[in-house]
């Protein structure tokens, strides 16, 4: 009897060294997630067309961002995605008190000037407008001859979808053929015009458009310091000719 007492008792005293250790080591381990992973320092890599503050003000969100572990857990469990300019997003820790953000920004397919606010709208290839603002980005064609009355931060552009659909077309093949006009102009029937320079590209009827560009993209070097209209609206895959009017 006396001997299942003694085992008894050093269960208990061994279960409550297994339970003081535990909570020793949870309250360790939060002292040292509260005091030591706190964010000092923030380095911020790709970004190009927002600043470090910008970016920092979009990760650290929230009330618990102080934490350095908890701002690389969150993003490693949540979809960046909802960053509206943000394509992906990496963060990481350097140390406990240095957080390094990697990301890679959407890019910016045009803008418009929205009369009513007095100010640029920027949307990506999405058609989502990512930016208000009065800044004039490089390498960003202008497009002319839109309006509205009002547009929405982080929302699509107001267009009928087929006239959305064929902008971001455009502006989407032009990046990639490496041809992006300062300027796209709709005009009658909202047929664009490439503008480079001096030289207005008429594009008419967008159904040919990759086959219109791949030209546009072999004749452009040739009129290089010249001014006047190259007439693309006519043109089709059995045409030879293509007229180009030089200014006056």
């Known amino acids: 009897m006396i001997k299942e007492k003694r085992r008894k008792k050093k269960r208990r005293m061994l279960a409550l060294k297994i339970v003081f250790g535990v909570l020793v ?3 360790l381990a939060f002292l040292v997630v509260f005091y030591v992973f706190r964010v000092e320092d923030v380095e911020v890599k790709g970004n190009v067309l927002y600043d470090k503050p910008t970016i920092e003000s979009v ?12 701002v690389f857990l969150k993003y490693k469990l949540v979809d960046t995605k909802d960053v509206p300019f943000i394509d992906t ?3 990481s820790l350097k140390n406990p008190t240095t957080l ?13 000037y929205l009369p009513s606010l007095g100010q640029n709208v920027y949307f990506d290839k999405d058609g989502i407008v990512v930016e208000i603002s009065d800044r004039v980005i490089p390498e960003v064609p ?23 659909r064929s902008l971001l077309s455009l502006t989407q093949a032009l990046k990639k053929y490496g041809i992006l006009p300062t300027e796209i102009s709709y005009g009658v029937e909202n047929a664009p015009g490439l503008i480079y320079g001096g030289v207005t590209v008429l594009m008419g009827d967008l159904t040919l458009q990759t086959p219109k560009l791949e030209r ?5 070097p040739s009129l290089a310091e010249q ?13 030879t000719d ?3 009017d030089r200014a006056q």
């Not at 390094?100 to 418009?112: A, C, D, R, S």
């Not at 190259?230 to 059995?238: G, Y």
Request: glycine residues 6%.
């Open 142 to 164: 202008f497009i002319s001859g839109i309006t509205f009355q009002e547009v929405e931060l982080y929302k699509k552009l107001p267009m009928e979808s087929n006239e959305l």
């Open 242 to 244: 293509i007229v180009f």
């Open 59 to 70: 990760v650290l969100n929230d009330e618990y961002s102080w934490n350095s572990l908890y």
């Open 25 to 27: 080591t949870l309250v």
């Open 216 to 220: 546009v993209v072999q004749i452009l």
């Open 100 to 112: 390094q953000i990697q990301v890679y920004e959407k890019g910016m397919v045009g803008y418009l």
């Open 227 to 239: 001014a006047g209209t190259l007439h693309m609206e006519n043109w089709t895959e059995e045409t």
């Open 89 to 91: 997003m990496e963060v």
